[in-house]
């Protein structure tokens, strides 16, 4: 029976049991996608990430429990450090084709700093239901592909969140699966930002530690505050901490990641 490597790495993090849980398989090749969805089922993490050599860079996909996905950061960040501390990776820079396009992940001391696009925010009116189901209306309210981006004015408002995520699955079903970002001013002199990610319409009522919605909050945040760099914290339950680089129509992501385990699927 085929089987296949999976490693288990708490990304965005430098402590085992925080940060966001990524599921990495390295394959050979492609496994039917019935198949690498079952698998991330299986294994109940937000992210189950998968890739294939190809030339001099790497094809990689994400899987949420429920749906294949367009982009997703801390899996990105976990499969590089799969392939520097694993797979006897010796460049400093990976390259990943992915349906979001080439991403890249950098060696920046003990960081891994990715390059992923903007995606910055419209001003919109929040569908109907979103601040009922949020539980506290937000202050400003923005639409950044499959995401709303909700801003609150405290930290404290953040954290005090406890959405109906019934009501919240419906409303995102409704708009294309789309997820919610709850952002407000970071409450610590060295926090600029932080941040939750609600997506109960992918499988996923509370999202860790998110590196893709940070495409969105790094340009809002980058331009609010007046500068390029930012020191970020996104306080979920297990939590996680990022650093930032608005670069126009490029962000810099950077954090760490260490192993929590290692093992073979059997299919």
């Known amino acids: 029976m085929p089987q296949i490597p999976i490693y288990q790495v708490d990304a965005f993090t430098a402590e085992r049991f925080t940060g966001n849980p990524a599921a990495i398989c390295p394959l050979e090749s492609w496994l039917p ?16 990430a998968y890739f294939v050599a190809e030339g001099d860079a790497y094809r990689l996909r994400w899987f ?13 960040l976990a499969s590089a450090h799969v392939l520097f501390r694993h797979l006897g990776y010796t460049d400093d820079t990976i ?16 960081l891994l700093a990715l390059d992923f696009p903007a995606r910055p925010g ?12 949020m539980g506290t209306p937000p202050l400003e309210s923005y639409r950044a592909g499959g995401n709303f981006l909700l ?37 610590e002199s060295d926090i600029d930002f932080v941040s939750r990610y609600f997506a109960p319409s992918h499988g996923i009522d509370e999202d860790p530690v998110t590196g893709s919605t940070h495409c969105t ?8 505050l007046g500068k390029p760099a930012l020191t ?6 297990r939590g996680g901490m990022l650093h930032l680089i608005d670069r126009g129509g490029r962000i810099g992501i950077a954090g760490r990641a260490v192993d929590y385990l290692q093992g073979v699927i059997t299919v």
């Open 151 to 187: 801003v609150y004015a405290a930290q404290a408002d953040v954290a005090g969140l406890a959405p109906d995520f019934r009501a919240l699955k419906q409303i995102g079903v409704a708009q294309d699966d789309a997820g919610f970002i709850a952002t407000a001013p970071g409450g």
């Open 33 to 48: 996608g019935a198949v690498m969805q079952a698998i991330a089922a299986e294994n109940n993490l937000a992210e189950t």
């Open 95 to 110: 390259r990943f084709e992915t349906r979001s396009g080439t991403l890249t992940v950098t060696r920046d001391g003990d």
């Open 217 to 224: 909050l790094t340009p809002y945040w980058s331009q609010r």
């Open 64 to 76: 949420t429990p429920a749906v294949e996905v367009d982009l997703c950061g801390h899996a990105t």
């Open 232 to 237: 970020a914290r996104q306080i979920s339950a």
């Open 122 to 133: 419209t001003p919109v009116d929040l569908p109907a239901g979103v601040a009922e189901a």
